[in-house]
C-alpha cells in the first residue's frame, strides 16, 4: 500500500514508514508511534513502536496500534495518512487508554533522514528563525550549535509553522508544517516553567533532532539529568512535536543563577504536556512536503509559497486612504518647533501619546526627513499649510545644520542640548535620511521652488560615499563624522545603492551610477547569493534580519529600473523571497495586558520578525508597493497577493478608526513579542511606526493615482506597466 504525489511515494513496510523516490528510501520511520512520558519524577523519557494495522480506505492509508509504556500506561494511535496540498498529510488521533502514575505526555510525527545523520549535512529553513545554517545568528541563537541533539522550537516563534531541512550535497528536501491555522488560545493561568502540563495548549514545535539513548533533562541552574533509555534511536529526523518544546536552547540572555559556583556550558530544555488521563484526546494534523532543489533560495522560495498558499491569513478590512490621512494628522500634529528645530517627539507612550523622549534620528525609527518629506507633500497637496510648512522646516533643519565637514551627515539631533549626540554614522541610517532629501528637493523643483541647499546636502553625501566606497564596491557599516571606520561589517551596502541611482538621475554624474552598479555588484556576490542580510536594523549587532533584506530589494530593484539587466531583477527577486518569509502570515490568538490595543480586537498576521529569532513589528508595511511593482514586472501573481497582504495586514497594530481607544486613530506600537501568545511590548509609538505605512501608499498614490493595490488592478495591463516605469521622467 502506498501513496504518491510526483516522484516521492509513501509506503509501509512491516508497521514502518518509508519515503521513495525512484525506488531509492530518502526518509523513514521504522516505529512511526512515539509518545515522551513525563514520569512521576518528572523526567521525560521517550518510547516508540511500528502500527500494528494498516489498511486503505477510499483514497487515504489508516495506521494503527497502541503504545504501552513501561510505567503502565497505554496510548491508542489513529494516522491517517493521504495526498494533499502539494505532497502529504497526516491526521492524527491519541488516545490515553491506561493512565499509571505519569505527570504528562506529547507526541511525534517524524521521519529520519537516510542519506546523512549529521546536521552539519544540512540547510535549515524555518522562516524568521533559522536559515542555512543560521551562521549569521547570535551564537546562542537556536541551530546556531549544530551539535545538540534537540533543534525543536514553538511553532509560534514561526512566521508560518513550517520547518525544512536540505541535504546539501544532494538537494533532497524535506518540511513538515502545521495543517490549518487553528492554535487556540491557551491556559495564561498556568505559568510555563522547564517541564510543565498543560491540557488546553495546541501548540506544536517543530525541528529536528538526532538524539541519544538516554534521556535528557535540565535542572534549574543547567545540569543535565540523563539516564539510559531502551528505545532505539535510528539518527537524525525532521519532527512535528505536539505539544511543542523548545529545545536545548542557552537561557535568556545567557544568564544562570547569579552566585551559585557552577560554570559548565549551560543550556535549557522547555518542555510542555498533555494529562496522561484516560480518554484525554490529542488531534492535530500535518502536512509533509518533499523535493528536490538547486539551491538553498529555491527551497526556501518553495515551501514558504506552498505554506502561505494554505495557511495566509484572510486580508484585513481597512481602508486605506482613510488610514493614510489619519497617520498624517499624527504626524502633522506631533511635528513643532523645539527651540532651533524641527520635528517629532523620539518615543510616545500609549494609548494617550505621553511624550517620553525627544531627540531626532536621521532615519531608522526617527525617520525626520522621511516625515518631513511626507508633511511637505501631504500639505501641499491637500491644502494643509501648517503640514507643509513643518515638512519644508524638517528638511531646511536637516540640510542646514546636519553636514560636517567630512561630507557625512550627522545622525541624530537632541534639542536639549542643541548639538547632535555622538551617535553612529550608520550607512543604513544614512541611506533613509538623504533619500528623503533628495525626494523633497525633487518636488518642491517640480513645483517651480528651486532648494540648491537641499541639492547640495545631497551632492555632499553622494561625493562622500563615492570618495568612501571600497576597492571591492562596499561600503562598511558604521563610520565616524573624520570618516574613520565604526563597524567593519559591510552588510549595510545594498542600503545605499538606490540614494546612488537616483542621485545620478538628478544629477547626470556618471560617478554615482559606477558607485551604485560597484555596490549592487557586491551586494549580488554576497547578500543575495551568500544570504547575507544582516545588520539592517541600527540598533541591533550585526545578525540576520528582515530589514537588510528590504534595503536590498530597494537596490537591486533601483538598479534594474535604471538598466533593465537581469542580474539586478534576479538579485531583487531574491530579496523579496527571502524577505518576506519573516512575515507572520498565518493568525493565532495573542492576549494584551492593555484595555486599549488592537491585538484585543485584530490578529498578529501581517506582522513580520525583526530579527532572527527576535520581536516582531511592521516594517513588512514598507514594502507593499515595492512588492506591487515587482508583480507588475515578473507577471508572479504571488508578489500581487503578499503586496496587498502587508498593505492591509500591517495596519491590525494600529488604532485603524479609532475604536481600541487611542489618543489618535492611526496610533499603532512600535513592535512586541507575541510567541507565547501574550503580547510583551514596550507599548510606545515612534515616528518611523507611522512613517512605514504612508511612505508606500504615497509612492502607490504617485504612480498609480489610488491609495488601494485593488484600484490600481483596474488600470490596463498597458497603463500599470507604463506607470510602473518610475525612472522615466524622475527629474
Known amino acids: ?126 522562516p524568521g528563525v533559522w536559515y542555512k545554517q543560521n551562521e549569521f545568528a547570535l551564537d546562542g541563537a537556536f541551530g546556531k550549535d549544530l551539535d ?34 487553528d492554535v487556540t488560545m491557551r491556559d495564561v493561568n498556568i505559568m510555563r516553567s522547564e517541564n510543565y502540563t498543560d491540557p488546553s495548549i495546541t501548540t506544536g514545535a517543530i525541528g529536528m533532532s538526532r538524539p541519544e539513548k538516554r534521556t535528557l533533562n535540565y535542572l534549574y541552574y543547567g545540569y543535565a539529568v540523563r539516564t539510559e533509555n531502551e528505545t532505539e534511536v535510528d539518527g537524525l529526523s525532521i519532527d512535528y512535536v505536539y505539544p511543542g518544546a523548545d529545545g536545548q536552547l542557552p537561557p535568556p540572555n545567557g544568564k544562570h543563577y547569579a552566585g551559585l559556583d557552577y560554570n559548565t556550558k549551560i543550556k535549557t530544555f522547555q518542555r510542555i504536556n498533555h494529562p496522561v488521563e484516560v480518554g484525554f484526546e490529542q488531534n492535530y494534523s500535518v502536512a509533509i512536503n518533499f523535493g528536490h532543489y538547486d539551491s538553498f533560495q529555491l527551497m526556501m522560495r518553495d515551501i514558504w509559497r506552498v505554506t502561505y498558499d494554505r495557511l495566509r491569513d484572510k486580508l484585513f478590512d481597512v481602508d486605506n486612504e482613510l488610514f493614510y490621512k489619519n497617520c498624517m494628522n499624527i504626524l502633522n500634529r506631533y511635528t513643532r518647533k523645539y527651540g532651533d528645530s524641527y ?109 540648491p541647499v537641499w541639492y547640495d546636502f545631497c551632492k555632499k553625501t553622494a561625493d562622500w560615499l563615492v570618495n568612501i566606497q571600497n576597492e571591492d564596491g562596499s561600503f562598511y557599516r558604521a563610520y565616524n563624522s573624520d570618516n574613520s571606520i565604526r563597524m567593519t561589517s559591510k552588510s549595510n551596502t545594498p542600503s545605499v545603492i538606490r540614494f546612488l541611482v537616483q542621485f545620478y538621475l538628478v544629477s547626470g554624474d556618471e560617478r ?27 540598533d541591533n549587532t550585526d545578525i540576520q534580519d528582515k530589514e537588510a533584506g528590504i534595503y536590498g530589494i530597494f537596490g537591486f530593484l533601483a538598479l534594474y529600473d535604471l538598466t533593465g539587466e537581469d542580474k539586478w531583477l534576479e538579485g531583487a527577486i531574491g530579496a523579496a523571497d527571502y524577505t518576506e518569509t519573516w512575515t507572520y502570515a498565518w493568525k493565532f ?113 504617485d504612480s498609480f493615482g489610488c491609495y488601494e493595490i485593488a484600484e490600481a488592478q483596474k488600470l490596463s495591463p498597458e497603463e500599470r506597466a507604463e506607470r510602473n516605469k518610475i525612472y522615466k521622467n524622475y527629474k
Open 589 to 701: 490568538p495573542v492576549r494584551t495586558i492593555w484595555p486599549k490595543h488592537p491585538f484585543n480586537k485584530y490578529s498578529i498576521s501581517g506582522q513580520s520578525i525583526i530579527t532572527i529569532g527576535g520581536g516582531a513589528d511592521v516594517y513588512m508595511a514598507a514594502c507593499s508597493y515595492t512588492y506591487y511593482r515587482l508583480y507588475l514586472i515578473t507577471k508572479d501573481e504571488h508578489y500581487l497577493d503578499f503586496a496587498e497582504f502587508i498593505h492591509k495586514n500591517t495596519k491590525q497594530s494600529s488604532d485603524v478608526d479609532g475604536s481600541c481607544g487611542y489618543i489618535m486613530p492611526g496610533l499603532g506600537h512600535e513592535s512586541g513579542n507575541f510567541t507565547s501568545q501574550t503580547l510583551q511590548s514596550q507599548y510606545h509609538w515612534l515616528p518611523w511606526c507611522t512613517f512605514v505605512e504612508v511612505d508606500p501608499t504615497s509612492r502607490l498614490y
Open 512 to 538: 554615482y551610477k559606477d558607485a551604485a552598479i560597484r555596490a549592487g555588484d557586491w551586494s549580488y556576490e554576497n547578500a543575495y547569493k551568500n544570504l547575507e542580510y544582516r545588520g539592517g536594523t541600527c
Open 148 to 181: 545538540c541533539e534537540y533543534f525543536w522550537r514553538m511553532e509560534t516563534c514561526y512566521a508560518l509553522p513550517v520547518f525544512a531541512m536540505q541535504n546539501i550535497a544532494s538537494g533532497e528536501t524535506a518540511a513538515l508544517s502545521r495543517w490549518a491555522a
Open 343 to 451: 520635528g517629532l517627539p523620539f518615543a510616545c507612550q500609549l494609548p494617550n501619546m505621553d511624550i517620553s523622549s525627544v531627540s531626532f534620528q536621521f532615519g531608522f525609527v526617527g525617520q525626520q526627513p522621511g516625515i518631513g518629506y511626507q508633511l511637505l507633500r501631504y500639505g501641499d497637496k491637500e491644502n494643509v499649510a501648517d503640514a507643509y510648512e513643518k515638512g519644508v522646516n524638517i528638511i531646511d533643519f536637516w540640510a542646514n545644520r546636519a553636514m560636517t565637514e567630512s561630507g557625512l551627515p550627522q545622525m541624530c539631533y537632541n534639542p536639549n542640548i542643541k548639538d547632535f549626540e555622538p551617535y553612529p554614522h550608520y550607512v543604513r541610517m544614512l541611506a533613509d535620511g538623504i533619500e528623503a532629501i533628495l525626494d523633497a528637493y525633487l518636488y518642491m523643483k517640480k513645483k517651480g521652488d528651486e532648494r
Open 1 to 126: 500500500m502506498r501513496l504518491e504525489y510526483g516522484d516521492y511515494s509513501l509506503l509501509f513496510d512491516k508497521g514502518g514508514l518509508l519515503i521513495q523516490k525512484n525506488d531509492k528510501t530518502l526518509y523513514y520511520n521504522k516505529r512511526p508511534m512515539y509518545v515522551t512520558v513525563k514520569t512521576v519524577l518528572a523526567i521525560s523519557e521517550f518510547y516508540d513502536k511500528a502500527y500494528s494495522d494498516v489498511s486503505k480506505e477510499g483514497d487515504q492509508l489508516v495506521a494503527k496500534g497502541i503504545l504501552a509504556v513501561p510505567s503502565g500506561s497505554e496510548f491508542s494511535f489513529t494516522d491517517i495518512y493521504s495526498v494533499g496540498d502539494k505532497g502529504f498529510r497526516v491526521q492524527r488521533r491519541v488516545e490515553v487508554l491506561k493512565a499509571a502514575d505519569d505527570l504528562g505526555f506529547s507526541t511525534k510525527v517524524s521521519f529520519v533522514a537516510s542519506e546523512s545523520d549529521d546536521p552539519h549535512d544540512y540547510n535549515c529553513f524555518a
